[in-house]
């Protein structure tokens, strides 16, 4: 496989590992998780549109089917974002890494209950496998029963469901569209879905400061814009499978840029947790059959 493969898997997994940094450094300057989401979806729309005026790619605005593609960004980008920034609010950029990496079973047991997949005795055990992850993440012991914030914990994990109804929409929602019309379609919707939410909800951001201004040109242009571009390549030019293999490495970016710029604790059940939850994800989608199980792989983790 070529090495290029190798080097946008890495830029991709450090983009989106410092996709879970940019949300606690705006969080700290005092914006609200809506405002967050909102500002992210349209800074990346912003560069996908010059990106597409300037490749001359069509927009075919008859072809996109509008009312799916509003669905699949509030469901995929515009409230899994804003769950995601309001659990930073409660968990560290680090922990709400590693849970989003339970993005994939999620996709399975969406894909199990609503779609009509099904899956292996291994894919099960991988499952499961996640699952001991979370409860060490959770850690739980006599003492205190339970030292993650439940709130946090719980909103983290809800975003990762909307991950994986998400993905399953989008495969029959917006099925025939290029990569650059779903992207432009989708950051539309989770544009206007979360700047509305935020009108009402929170107060105006201030983007004079550079931390913010920053932050959110690494979210925004970088998280949900350069992003797309490498993950569809990989997809491209090497296959589904290689590109979904990105989701083992976020977590361990996350880590890595909190702990050296945000000076986070990375503790034994975040480390062991992490080990379970990848290991389990990565047993859970090793040998996807035909089915649309295979399928949900392609679009795993797309949003931190």
């Known amino acids: 496989m070529a090495r290029s493969l190798y080097v946008a898997l890495i830029l991709l997994s450090l983009i989106w590992g410092g996709s879970f940094l940019f949300i606690k450094v705006l969080l700290q300057h005092a914006l609200g998780p809506w405002t967050i989401a909102s500002l992210r979806s349209l800074f990346g729309l912003v560069f996908i549109l010059l990106i597409m005026l300037v490749l001359r790619k069509p927009f075919s605005f008859k072809q996109i089917s509008w009312g799916g593609a509003v669905i699949v960004s509030l469901v995929n980008m515009a409230l899994p974002w804003g769950l995601i920034a309001f659990s930073e609010t409660r968990l560290t950029s680090s922990m709400a890494s590693v849970l989003n990496a339970t993005t994939p079973v999620w996709t399975m047991l969406v894909g199990l209950l609503f779609f009509g997949a099904s899956f292996t005795r291994m894919q099960w055990a991988g499952m499961l496998t996640a699952f001991a992850g979370i409860i060490v993440l959770l850690g739980i012991n006599p003492v205190t029963m339970i030292s993650v914030d439940p709130v946090g914990f719980v909103c983290m994990l809800g975003a990762t469901l909307c991950y994986g109804v998400g993905t399953q929409l989008s495969r029959r929602l917006l099925g025939g569209l290029s990569m650059y019309q779903m992207t432009f379609a989708t950051l539309l919707g989770a544009a206007a879905g979360s700047g509305l939410i935020a009108v009402f909800t929170e107060k105006a951001p201030d983007l004079s400061e550079p931390a913010v201004l920053g932050s ?57 947790g992490l080990v379970l939850i990848l290991g389990g994800v990565f047993v859970a989608n090793r040998k996807m059959g035909t089915n649309s199980g295979t399928k949900a792989g392609k679009r795993a983790d797309l949003q931190s």
Request: aromatic share 18%.
């Open 216 to 272: 959110f040109i690494g979210l925004g242009i970088f998280g949900s814009g350069v992003a797309y571009i490498l993950f569809n390549y990989m997809i491209m030019k090497g296959s589904p499978e290689f590109a979904t293999s990105v989701t083992y490495l976020v977590p361990a970016s996350a880590m890595i840029w909190g702990y050296t710029l945000l000076g986070e604790h990375i503790g034994w059940n975040l480390l062991v």
